[in-house]
């Protein structure tokens, strides 16, 4: 990618993009510098044209680092030779070959500053009933890693006709073999059609293969609208991983997302209609595609726990926390006993109601006809008194 060394003017320290000030910031001196915003609007490529901008590695001032524990390659500073990986947690090595890269379109800058991020992890922490009380004093902010995760994003105009089986519900009432009434709902089944006009609007498909992207995924909603266009100054102190996953398996992950969400609004359309829906099926045309690569920013950290290690990925954007922790035996044997205490006590209290229904009713019948005998009382007039 095509990044750049920011030397501050005052210092000549190495400068760095500031969340709280989205400029460029000196950490020696805190002098300030903004970012000229660019002008031009962000990029949509045409998907029959395949219109994306690339750079030579020899025209590039980082280094393309390979990971000896998970093979991810990610861009650093030109001044870098080895760091963490944000993956796996090994060390990088310099790569031996540099590959072209294509050049981001846009880039959503962090909005979480990572001195927040010990507090976040904590509070994460604290909402894992079953973690060990000791993890929370695990957070090491030299592990912490900021870095620019690769996505492509698709736009796409769509007309689709559906068809489906709506079912309307009735009540039927019969006679059952012993002559007693039963009532039965009878569901009835039409065949229905109908038509759908959307457009999608920055379907996100990750395109890290090294990424956990079942963590990825957990971690949330991204406001693509944030996006700006691509500037190597947001990437100031911060890493970006090249893609690696290729643009035409991106697009066929993104058209499998679209048909999924063609498919529930077919089905609330038929249930806004009837009672129940099945055997959906949706036929679409997709107009004027277009697509985008894009970073979206993510906090990576890890944590060793007797021997293992654990990863966790924070939304740079939200803050949303996500990640794998240890479960402690000692609190999963208080919840198990726990609830074998509770279902004893369910038991013992509906033993005992039974035990109470038996013996009640007597004692009861046999109290109110006492009271009666004794409180009978003669309302003839000669009782009455004068």
């Known amino acids: 990618m095509e990044e750049k060394i920011y030397y501050c003017e005052g210092c000549g320290g190495v400068m ?34 395949h219109a994306m901008r690339t750079i030579r590695a020899s025209e590039k001032t980082t280094h393309t ?95 689709a006709r559906y068809t489906a089986m709506g079912g309307r519900h009735r009540t039927v009432t019969r006679k059952g073999a012993d002559g007693k009434t039963e009532t039965q709902i009878v569901t009835d089944w039409y ?44 990437l100031s102190g911060y890493s970006a991983e090249c893609y690696t996953v290729d643009l035409n398996a991106a697009h066929s992950e993104a058209v499998g997302a679209m048909e999924r969400e063609l498919e529930n609004m077919a089905r609330s359309e038929v249930l806004s209609r009837y009672d129940e829906v099945r055997d959906i099926y949706v036929r679409a045309d997709y107009q004027e595609e277009t697509y985008k690569h894009v970073l979206l920013p993510i906090y990576s950290t890890a944590y060793t726990y007797k021997g293992r290690h654990y990863r966790v990925l924070i939304n740079g954007q939200s803050g949303r926390v996500e990640g794998d922790y240890p479960k402690s035996p000692v609190r999963i044997g208080a919840i198990v006993l726990l609830a074998l205490f509770i279902l004893a006590l369910v038991y013992w209290y509906s033993s005992g109601s039974n035990m109470r229904a038996d013996t009640l009713p007597a004692w009861e019948e046999e109290q109110i006809y006492d009271y009666e005998e004794e409180t009978s009382w003669d309302y003839s007039e000669d009782n009455l008194p004068t």
């Open 191 to 234: 065949p229905t059609s109908g038509n759908l006009r959307h457009f999608f609007d920055d379907v996100l498909v990750p395109a890290s293969e090294k990424m956990d992207s079942r963590l990825l995924r957990r971690t949330g909603y991204f406001g693509t609208q944030q996006i700006v266009p691509y500037g190597p100054e947001y």
């Open 16 to 49: 760095e993009f500031d969340v709280a000030t989205q400029s460029l910031k000196c950490p020696n001196c805190d002098k300030v510098v903004p970012i000229s915003p660019d002008k031009g609007r962000l990029v949509e490529h045409s998907l029959t044209r």
């Open 65 to 159: 680092m390979e990971c000896r524990g998970c093979g991810a390659r990610i861009e650093v500073e030109g001044s870098s030779r080895a760091a963490e990986c944000p993956f796996c947690g090994s060390d990088y090595v310099l790569a031996e070959r540099e590959a072209d890269a294509v050049i981001p379109d846009g880039v959503l800058p962090f909005q979480v500053d990572k001195n927040r991020v010990g507090e976040l992890f904590r509070r994460w922490l604290k909402g894992r009933w079953l973690a060990p009380g000791e993890l929370k004093h695990l957070y090491q902010k030299d592990r912490l890693q900021g870095i620019y995760v690769p996505y492509w994003t698709f736009d796409a105009k769509v007309n």
